[in-house]
């Protein structure tokens, strides 16, 4: 994006920020080739005695990786500090990023055989979905920012004498069923660093936003395990682009520590397609 859309954080930032961009733009540019198809099928398989066989029509997927592509180039190229012109400069920058995304759309319709328009979606429809996605996120930066200047305040609790959720579960045993539910950890890794955020946090009962934070995350390790992938809490933070679980588990808890950009990026890591998330997840561990 241009200079003037995004602040000059500094050389080694900015760099980062590229960097950020460039992965963002490789791992989608090869998720949408994947989709497009032979928009003339039968003539340019005329005479073979055995075409390849057409792949099914999947508009809502097409539409589905767009989005998630969008979203995905504003989160990382968000790097505002708050002031008060951050809801100018948060639009300005949907602008430029919704400019980015058609330009590589438009690039690939114009090939001369496989194009995603064999899906039945048309650039315009393509253009709504870009600009919606990108509506959405200005509107869950802002209301981020909103939620960290006013915390909720905490409910009152009733206290645990637990010192460590690994304790909890080694008191209660395997079969306790909401002593697992509670720590919803799935191997050592998570499990120590929920340890952390335990003793740091004032109480282990959480309210009931954190509870329906839970849920979401529940329901979207359901959701891809219904795919045959089965995927763990850190799966979603690493899809998130942290290497640590601690904004993860604040999100989860619905802290008010949690920052406007961990809010947003693990909101649109939830909204994603089983399919999309997986192939991002399996790009980012080849790397390691």
Do not use: C
């Amino acid at each position: 994006m241009d200079d003037l859309d995004r602040p000059t954080l500094g050389l080694r930032v900015d760099a980062e920020i590229e960097a950020a961009l460039y992965e963002v733009e490789t791992s989608y540019w090869e998720q949408l080739r994947e989709m497009q198809w032979f928009i003339h099928a039968d003539s340019v398989f005329l005479g073979l005695n055995n075409p390849p066989q057409p792949p099914p029509k999947l508009p809502k997927r097409v539409l589905s990786i767009i989005a998630s592509y969008a979203r995905a180039l504003f989160d990382t190229a968000q790097k505002y500090p708050r002031d008060p012109k951050l809801p100018r400069k948060l639009r300005q920058l949907a602008k430029s990023t919704s400019r980015r995304v058609m330009a590589v759309l438009v690039r690939l319709e114009t090939a001369p055989y496989n194009r995603l328009e064999y899906h039945g979606v048309t650039l315009s429809e393509m253009r709504k979905t870009v600009d919606e996605a990108l509506r959405q996120a200005v509107q869950d930066h802002l209301q981020g920012l909103a939620s960290d200047a006013h915390p909720q305040p905490q409910e009152p609790t009733t206290t645990m004498n637990v010192q460590s959720t690994s304790q909890l579960v080694s008191t209660v045993g395997v079969k306790a069923g909401p002593a697992k539910q509670l720590v919803h950890a799935t191997n050592e890794e998570e499990l120590t660093a929920m340890d952390a955020e335990a003793k740091a946090s004032p109480s282990i009962i959480q309210n009931s936003k954190t509870t329906g934070r839970r849920d979401a995350i529940d329901a979207f390790i359901s959701k891809v395990a219904e795919t045959g992938r089965k995927i763990t809490r850190k799966d979603i933070w690493t899809v998130a682009g942290y290497k640590d679980s601690t904004e993860f588990q604040r999100y989860q808890r619905h802290d008010a520590r949690t920052t406007a950009s961990a809010t947003s990026n693990f909101k649109r890591v939830l909204s994603m397609h089983p399919g999309d998330f997986i192939a991002l997840l399996e790009k980012q561990t080849a790397r390691k």
